[in-house]
């Protein structure tokens, strides 16, 4: 079973570039998130996806975007890559309300 | 808001030694509570769960965590710990009913030989 894959794993940018994270689950899940993680903060929500054609946003959304392209896949943009959105990059999905969020293993996102 | 709080952002124990981490979360109603690990490089796991019933949850890889609503807290144990154990565990709070999660700073576990 893949789960939730995420691409890149590793991607480096300059400042001002832009780029799109890609998320897809395989679970038939209705949920799907994006958070980032940064040391000693744990793991912020950027956006997420309650079901398929809504978004909204999470705790740390300014800087982003988001598409959930359909149930499947949910993708997240950085327009204008800052050296503040250097981070690991998780996606998450969920079947519903009352489970438990799964897990991509990351991407790993340095702006320079 | 809801909120959780890991006191301890590093622990070292010793291999066998018993293991106990903290979690203490605030929220208004009954949350859902769960524990995440992670290896380094990896993704989240998920060690155990809490939506009801009984307060004591038994997890994989040996886990077990308490329930204790008049503390406000969900404090994950181990018996005896292996040196596969080390890595960062997460304690996450969702409210009942909706669907993001609150996740706590982690508490990174460091296991000496």
């Known amino acids: ?112 | 808001a809801q909120s959780v709080t890991q006191p301890d952002i590093h622990i070292t124990v010793s291999e066998g030694a018993s293991l106990e981490l903290r979690c203490n979360y605030s929220y208004g109603a009954t949350p859902y509570l769960f524990w995440y690990v992670q290896s380094p490089g990896q993704g989240l796991q998920l060690l155990l769960k809490y939506f009801s019933g009984d307060t004591l949850v038994q997890g994989i890889k040996g886990f077990e965590a308490e329930f204790k609503r008049s503390q406000s807290s969900f404090n994950l144990r181990k018996p005896s710990v292996h040196w596969s154990d080390a890595a960062e565990y997460f304690c996450a709070v969702g409210p009942g009913g909706a669907q993001k999660l609150v996740f706590g700073q982690g508490t990174r576990l460091t296991i000496n030989p």
Not at chain 1, 59 to 82: C, H, I, M
């Open chain 1, 1 to 112: 079973n893949a789960g939730v894959t995420q691409t890149p794993k590793f991607q480096v940018l300059k400042t001002g570039q832009s780029m799109t994270l890609q998320c897809a689950q395989d679970m038939n899940h209705n949920s799907m998130y994006w958070y980032r993680q940064d040391p000693g903060m744990g793991l912020r929500l950027i956006y997420y996806s309650a079901s398929e054609g809504t978004t909204d946003k999470g705790e740390v959304p300014n800087g982003y975007n988001v598409s959930r392209l359909n149930k499947r896949e949910f993708s997240l943009r950085l327009e204008s890559a800052a050296p503040s959105q250097t981070s690991v990059y998780f996606c998450a999905s969920k079947r519903g309300e009352n489970t438990e969020a799964f897990f991509g293993q990351g991407t790993r996102l340095t702006v320079v």
